[in-house]
């Protein structure tokens, strides 16, 4: 069995997604994919001025994968800017929000960001029911988190 997703909790996503050198060619570019936990990384450190310990705690990880992140954040910027390429920001592991989930068929427990609460297709990944709840407050249909609902 692979091990779970570590979501990195993030409080930014961005709305302008694509930088490009002045006057090149969008179609001869070379480019870097950055994380959108990547960018979190760097603006907590370098816009935020947060201490790594803070950033690690407002994005819920530990202080290594912090540094591994701000560390590989940080490459991919200084090769864009050193040899000319474009930066694309897409994708990672990130959640806006975490959510504690049970199944109430086979009773399983695990993490699930709250962006995939909104789709209907969300099943156990045990027994693939479809009957679970957030565990912040099962006897309630909303945690208060926006985060879920009951899924029945």
């Keep these: 069995m692979s091990r779970p997703v570590k979501w990195r909790k993030v409080e930014f996503v961005p709305g302008d997604t694509y930088f490009i050198p002045f006057g090149k060619p969008k179609c001869q570019l070379a480019e870097n994919i950055l994380k959108v936990e990547e960018l979190e990384a760097i603006r907590l450190k370098d816009i935020e001025n947060l201490d790594q310990d803070q950033c690690a705690k407002k994005m819920e990880i530990s202080r290594q994968t912090f540094q591994r ?3 590989e954040a940080r ?6 800017l050193v040899k000319g390429k474009a930066i694309r ?4 592991n990130f959640t806006q929000n975490i959510c504690q989930i049970r199944c109430l068929s086979c009773g399983n427990q695990w993490e699930e960001s709250y962006e995939n609460l909104s ?6 990944p ?3 029911a479809q009957q679970i709840i957030c565990l912040e407050q099962e006897d309630k249909s909303f945690c208060g988190r926006r985060c879920c609902k009951k899924f029945f």
């Design 126 to 128: 045990k027994c693939n």
């Design 89 to 92: 920001i897409e994708g990672g």
């Design 119 to 124: 789709h209907d297709s969300l099943v156990c």
């Design 69 to 71: 992140i701000l560390n």
């Design 75 to 80: 490459s991919k910027i200084a090769d864009a």
